[in-house]
Each structure stands twice: as C-alpha cells, then as structure tokens.
C-alpha cells in the first residue's frame, strides 16, 4: 500500500498549505480531462485519497498513528474486549474486535398476500407470484466496486476494521476497540463504487416466482419458501419469502374443515315424493337422492367430495343441507288439489313444539354437529 505522503511527494511533517498545494499540481497534471492516460487516471485516484485522508485532521492524525499495538503484546489484538472475551468465554464472532466485518449480509424476509377459489383448495394449485425485491446487482456482481475496480485496504485501520485506543482509568491504561470510521469496520474501502448499484450490490427488480399452493390451506395460513426472499447488501445471501393465502367467498359452498358445504332447496312436492338430483360440485357433477319425506335442516352427506386434507391423506365430506321451499303462490286447481290432500292426509292442525333457534339455526347446528 503506497505512503499518501509519498504519493503527494511531500514530507510527513507538512503543513495543510503545502499538501493543499502538492495535489493541486498533481491535478492539473493527471485529471482525465487534461490526461486520457489510463495511469494517469489510477493516479488521480490515488492522488485524491491521499488527500482526502491527509486534509483531515482526524483521519491525518490516526494514519500517521497506524495500528496501535496491544500493550499485553502478540501484535495487532482486540483490545480490551479480547481480553474480556479470553476469561469469560467470548469470542463468538459478533465483531468486537476479532476482524472486519463482511460487506454480504443476509438480506430480509419478505410477506406477500395471495388469494385463490374454494376450487383450488380442493386439490391444490399452481400460481406464478410476480416479486418486487433485492436481487445481485449485474453490473458488480454483489462486489459494489465498478467493473474492472476492487476494494482498497482502508489506510486508517490498516484492514482490521477497528481503531485501538488507550484510555486511563482507574485501572491503569486500558486499551479499548472501536470500528473504524473511515470504513465503518469492514476493513475496506470502495474508491470506485458501482455506478448501476451505487455500491450496494443489489437492486430492485421485478421477478417472477412458480408457487405451488398446496390442498387444503385456510385463509391466514402462510407458506414459507426459503431463500426466495431479499438478496443481501453486497451480493449476501437471499431471505425467505413468506406467502400468506386468502380463500376467496364462494357463492354457493363454504367450509367447515376439511368438509364442504351447500344448502339444497327442495320443493314440496319433492320432499313428500322423494327426488334424484345431480349438483355441480367444486371437483365435477355429484348425484344426489332425497329420500320421500325428507325434513328442512336434514343434511344430506356425500363422502369423500369435500376438500384434501392439508396434512394426512384422504379428504373430508360434502354435506348438503335440505330446506324446502313452501309455494307461495298456488293456482285455483293446484289449490284444490293441496286441500284434497290435506282432507285425506288427517294431520294434527298447528300446536306448539319445543324451542328451537329457528330454520336456520337448526340448519347451522345439523351442520356443524353432524
């Protein structure tokens, strides 16, 4: 790594006049305006972090320091915090004075909604979930350096990530660790960012994921699908995407379970004679029979036609609740026809029976008690 002092061609102990002065003449010589050298240009870039660090009184001050040496010896230590983390069991790593940090960091989670039919929950689905995320920048390939640039050993920490300091106290001199500030403890600098990522290593893009929505997921469930979520800053590894379902209102069939369920209107004339029906089903055509005499709120069960079940085998029923339908308007000959068979049909005239939540209570409470 080249002295800053030497690349100014100047002595350690000038003074901000004359490093101000050096790199003005070095600009006019090397700036790619002036120079379209290919040198000339890597030299202006040294030329201006030679300057930037040198104009600083704090950053020309712990580089002309250098890495501090630990006064418990063994070269560049961690400081007090390794020493803290030697008696009682530290070191994991959490980068407290044991290295540089990594640029790549695990990127975030991410949660997305969808929403699929009653339908697709029988069986199952496929979908294709478009995702506005974090993906590898192409142009630096996660290293956040412009093409062709690399990372530079940052001169302050001399590529530690950290800054060491004496500190008296009333234990005597302590020697405390602390991150750089110059590069904020990764050790590195980037003196050429990426220009498409601006040295992130990622950006934001739009890309598409194939989701297979398994049977018998519930509306609030969420499906986790790992590494499908952000990239990282500078290339690190993806987090997971989680999905979480919505099922849609049906408009005829909700669901208790893995059961399914309908209400079937029957008329009267078809509840006193018995009826054979056919119903469309969320998975094909079902063949229905209702027995003669068939009471509102019986429920009609149909094995194996409601939905499969999310963690087993086999699936739940179809359960069909009857209410029949009363006509409310009769012509005279239909009319006479009812009185007939009241006549002949001697029924007991309307008396009182036991409490009962009502025709649909009653119904709610056949399907759900079954």
Same mark, same amino acid.
């Given at each position: 790594?080249?002295?800053?002092?030497?690349?100014?061609?100047?002595?350690?102990?000038?003074?901000?006049?004359?490093i101000?002065k050096?790199?003005?003449?070095?600009?006019?010589?090397?700036?790619?305006?002036?120079?379209?050298?290919p040198?000339?240009?890597?030299?202006?870039?040294?030329?201006?972090h030679?300057?930037?660090?040198?104009?600083?009184?704090?950053?020309?001050r712990?580089?002309?320091?250098?890495?501090?040496?630990?006064?418990?010896?063994?070269?560049?230590?961690?400081?007090?915090?390794?020493?803290?983390?030697?008696?009682?069991?530290?070191g994991?790593?959490?980068?407290?004075?044991?290295?540089?940090r990594?640029?790549a960091?695990?990127?975030?989670d991410?949660?997305?909604?969808i929403?699929?039919?009653?339908?697709?929950?029988?069986?199952?689905?496929?979908?294709?979930?478009?995702?506005?995320?974090?993906?590898?920048?192409?142009?630096?390939?996660?290293?956040?350096?412009?093409?062709?640039?690399?990372?530079?050993?940052?001169?302050?920490?001399?590529?530690?990530?950290?800054?060491?300091?004496?500190?008296?106290?009333?234990?005597?001199n302590?020697?405390t660790?602390?991150?750089?500030?110059?590069?904020?403890?990764?050790?590195?600098?980037?003196?050429?960012?990426c220009?498409?990522?601006? =040295?992130? #290593? /990622?950006?934001?893009? *739009?890309?598409?994921?194939? &989701?297979?929505? !398994?049977?018998?997921?519930?509306?609030?469930l %969420?499906?986790?699908?790992?590494?499908?979520?952000?990239?990282?800053?500078?290339?690190?590894?993806s987090?997971?995407?989680y999905?979480?379902v919505?099922?849609?209102?049906?408009?005829?069939?909700?669901?208790?379970?893995?059961?399914?369920?309908?209400?079937?209107?029957?008329?009267?004339?078809?509840?006193?004679?018995?009826?054979?029906?056919?119903?469309?089903?969320?998975?094909?055509?079902?063949?229905?029979?209702?027995?003669?005499?068939?009471?509102?709120?019986?429920?009609?069960?149909?094995?194996?036609?409601?939905?499969?079940?999310?963690? =087993?085998? #086999? /699936?739940?029923?179809? *359960?069909?609740?009857?209410? &029949?339908?009363? !006509?409310?308007?009769?012509?005279?000959?239909? %009319?006479?026809?009812?009185?007939?068979?009241?006549?002949?049909?001697?029924?007991?005239?309307?008396?009182?029976?036991?409490?009962?939540?009502?025709?649909?209570?009653?119904?709610?409470?056949?399907?759900?008690?079954?």
């Amino acid at each position: 790594m080249a002295d800053h002092y030497d690349v100014l061609g100047v002595q350690p102990d000038a003074s901000d006049a004359d490093i101000k002065k050096a790199y003005r003449r070095l600009a006019r010589e090397l700036h790619p305006d002036v120079n379209p050298s290919p040198d000339a240009a890597e030299r202006f870039k040294d030329v201006t972090h030679a300057y930037d660090v040198l104009s600083d009184p704090e950053q020309r001050r712990r580089y002309d320091a250098g890495p501090q040496e630990s006064p418990f010896g063994g070269g560049a230590a961690g400081g007090f915090s390794d020493i803290f983390d030697a008696f009682f069991g530290g070191g994991d790593g959490g980068g407290r004075g044991n290295g540089p940090r990594s640029r790549a960091e695990r990127g975030q989670d991410a949660l997305l909604r969808i929403e699929v039919d009653l339908d697709e929950v029988v069986f199952g689905t496929h979908k294709d979930v478009e995702v506005d995320t974090a993906v590898v920048c192409d142009t630096c390939h996660g290293s956040c350096c412009a093409p062709g640039t690399s990372p530079r050993t940052c001169d302050i920490c001399g590529g530690s990530g950290h800054i060491q300091r004496q500190v008296r106290s009333l234990l005597g001199n302590v020697v405390t660790s602390a991150p750089c500030g110059t590069c904020r403890g990764y050790g590195t600098v980037i003196p050429s960012p990426c220009p498409t990522c601006q =040295g992130q #290593g /990622r950006v934001r893009a *739009r890309r598409t994921i194939p &989701v297979d929505v !398994p049977a018998g997921v519930e509306t609030g469930l %969420r499906l986790q699908m790992p590494g499908q979520g952000e990239v990282g800053p500078a290339g690190g590894p993806s987090g997971d995407l989680y999905l979480e379902v919505k099922v849609r209102h049906h408009d005829v069939y909700s669901r208790d379970g893995d059961d399914l369920l309908a209400t079937l209107e029957v008329q009267m004339t078809d509840a006193i004679l018995g009826a054979h029906t056919t119903i469309d089903g969320l998975d094909g055509p079902v063949e229905l029979e209702i027995r003669p005499g068939v009471q509102s709120a019986d429920v009609l069960v149909i094995k194996d036609r409601g939905v499969t079940k999310l963690r =087993g085998t #086999g /699936r739940g029923d179809l *359960r069909v609740g009857v209410q &029949v339908v009363t !006509p409310t308007k009769l012509s005279h000959k239909e %009319r006479g026809l009812v009185e007939q068979l009241a006549k002949t049909h001697k029924a007991p005239g309307p008396q009182l029976a036991r409490f009962q939540q009502g025709m649909f209570g009653k119904l709610r409470d056949r399907f759900f008690n079954f």
